[in-house]
C-alpha cells in the first residue's frame, strides 16, 4: 500500500533558484560511509551532510558505470536510450540542459567516460571535446573525454582536458584535487548567480593508488602500486573533497541556498570487504544483487532542511532527472519520480517499486550479470521467475519457491509480474 511521506523538516517559502551541487562517487556502495554505519571508514564530513539532511537509506542505481550515468542523466531506463558503453547519444537532454536552460551557469568536473572511445569505429564524433557543451554544460574539466585510460590515468600524474584543452602533465598532480579545485573556482566565480556543478568523481574507483595524504605518495614509485590496502585512504580523500565543497559554500554565505547531493554510481569493486555495524559486505559492482545497486544517497538543503531525517523507502536513478526539472519549474518527461517535494517538507507518496533494465555490453565479467528486475523494499523478481525475499536472502541465494509463498508474498509477486510487464520483454 502507498503512504504519504512528510518530514519533520522545517520548510521556508521556497529560494529563488537554488544552487545545485550533484557530487556522486565512482564504485563506492553504501557500506563506505559511517553514516549508514561503516565501521571500516572514516567519513566525518559526508556524515555531518546525513547529521542535518536527508540520509536515503535505499537508494537503487544500475549495477555499472555508464549504465549509471546515462540513467542519472537523462531520467530514461536504459532500454530507452544505452547504445554503447562509454557514450551517450547526443540526441538526449541531460540534466545539464535543463539547468542551462533555466538560467544556471553549469559545469561538470571528474570522469566524462561518454564519448565512445572504445568504439571508434562506429561513432563518428567520439573525439568531438564539445559534447559536454552539447549536453548542457558551460564548462568542464574532465578525464576520458576525448583521451582513452591507456593514455593517461586519472590519479598521479592525470590527463585532464579542460574547456577545449589538454592540461600540462605533472609528475606531482593529483587528479581528485585538480577537479576538486575547478569546482570550487567555479562556485567562486558565480557566487552571485545561480549554479550547477556536477562532479561525477574519479574516486574510488581502481587502480587502488596512494592518495597525496597517504605515506606512500612520497615515494614516486610506488604511486601506481594498486593494492586494495589504499582503499581506505581514497574514502578518506573521497570525504576531504566534499569537505573543502562545503567550507567553500560556507566561507561564500551559499550553503543555505544549496542542494547538495551525493551519492555513488554502483556498488564497490568485488575485491573490496567492508564492515557495515556486524556485517561485512562484499563489493559487488557489475552486479545486480543488493551490493551491485545499494549506494549512499545524502541531500542537505540548510534553508529547507533543518532536521535530520532517514527515508527507507525506495529512490532510483532515474529520480535525479525529474527532481532538478521541479527544482527549476521545468516541466518534462521522464521515467523517473521527482522527491523534490520531500525535500521542501510536503506530501510525497513514495515509489512502491524500483526497476532496473541492465545490458553493459562490456566484457564478459560484467556481462553475465545481464538482467532485468523489478523490486519493492522486500522483495524482488527477475523475468524468468526467481523472486526474493531481500530481507532474508541479501546476497539472492535461494530464491522463494512459489508453491511455498504466503498470501502477501503470492500478492507482491503478482503486483510486480505486472510492473515487469510494463517494460520490453527480457531476451
Not at 571508514?41 to 537509506?57: H, M, Q, V
Request: hydrophobic share 35%.
Amino acid at each position: 500500500m502507498l503512504a504519504l511521506f512528510v518530514c519533520g523538516c522545517q520548510t521556508n517559502d521556497v529560494p529563488t533558484k537554488p544552487n545545485v551541487v550533484l557530487i556522486m562517487a565512482d564504485d563506492m556502495g553504501y557500506e563506505c560511509i559511517g553514516a549508514y554505519g561503516s565501521t571500516s571508514y572514516k567519513t566525518p564530513n559526508i556524515d555531518r551532510l546525513a547529521s542535518k539532511g536527508f540520509l536515503f537509506s535505499n537508494c537503487v542505481s544500475q549495477p555499472l558505470c555508464t549504465p549509471s550515468r546515462v540513467k542519472i542523466m537523462t531520467g530514461k531506463y536504459n532500454y530507452r536510450n544505452y547504445d554503447f558503453f562509454g557514450h551517450l547519444n547526443l540526441s538526449e537532454y541531460s540534466i545539464g540542459n535543463i539547468m542551462q536552460d533555466a538560467g544556471y551557469e553549469t559545469c561538470i568536473a571528474g570522469k566524462w567516460q561518454l564519448n565512445g572511445l572504445a568504439y571508434q569505429d562506429q561513432i563518428a564524433d567520439w573525439n568531438d571535446n564539445t559534447r559536454p557543451n552539447k549536453f548542457g554544460f558551460n564548462e568542464y574539466c574532465l578525464w576520458q573525454l576525448t583521451k582513452g585510460r591507456d593514455q593517461g590515468e586519472r590519479y598521479a600524474n592525470p590527463l585532464i582536458e579542460q574547456n577545449g584543452k589538454v592540461l600540462e602533465r605533472n609528475a606531482n598532480d593529483y587528479g581528485p584535487d585538480i577537479f576538486a579545485n575547478y569546482i570550487l573556482d567555479f562556485i567562486e566565480r558565480n557566487k552571485d548567480k545561480p549554479f550547477f556543478a556536477y562532479y561525477p568523481m574519479v574516486l574510488v574507483h581502481d587502480p587502488f593508488v596512494p592518495t597525496p595524504d597517504s605515506e606512500d605518495w612520497n615515494q614516486p614509485e610506488l604511486r601506481y602500486k594498486n593494492d586494495t590496502a589504499y582503499f581506505k585512504d581514497m574514502v578518506a580523500y573521497t570525504d576531504k573533497i566534499v569537505g573543502k565543497i562545503i567550507h567553500k559554500l560556507q566561507e561564500l554565505g551559499l550553503e543555505e541556498n544549496t542542494i547538495l547531493i551525493f551519492t555513488g554510481d554502483n556498488g564497490t569493486h568485488p575485491t573490496i570487504y567492508s564492515q557495515l555495524s556486524d556485517e561485512t559486505i562484499q563489493g559487488a559492482k557489475g552486479n545486480t544483487i543488493d551490493a551491485g545497486v545499494h549506494v549512499p544517497l545524502i541531500v542537505s538543503w540548510p534553508s529547507q532542511i533543518q532536521n535530520n531525517s532517514v527515508f527507507e523507502p525506495l529512490i532510483e536513478f532515474s529520480d535525479f532527472f525529474p527532481t532538478l526539472a521541479d527544482v527549476v519549474g521545468a516541466e518534462l518527461e521522464s521515467d523517473g519520480k521527482s522527491f523534490y517535494p520531500l525535500l521542501r517538507g510536503e506530501k510525497y507518496v513514495p515509489r512502491e517499486t524500483a526497476f532496473v533494465h541492465y545490458d553493459p555490453q562490456w566484457g564478459a565479467n560484467v556481462n553475465k550479470y545481464r538482467n532485468q528486475f523489478i523490486r519493492t523494499l522486500d522483495y524482488k523478481l527477475y523475468p524468468d521467475g526467481r523472486f526474493y525475499s531481500l530481507q532474508s536472502d541479501k546476497l539472492e541465494k535461494v530464491p522463494l519457491p512459489t508453491d511455498s509463498l504466503n498470501t502477501e508474498e503470492l500478492e507482491v509477486r503478482s503486483m510486480l509480474e505486472k510492473e515487469l510487464e510494463k517494460h520490453p520483454k527480457w531476451q
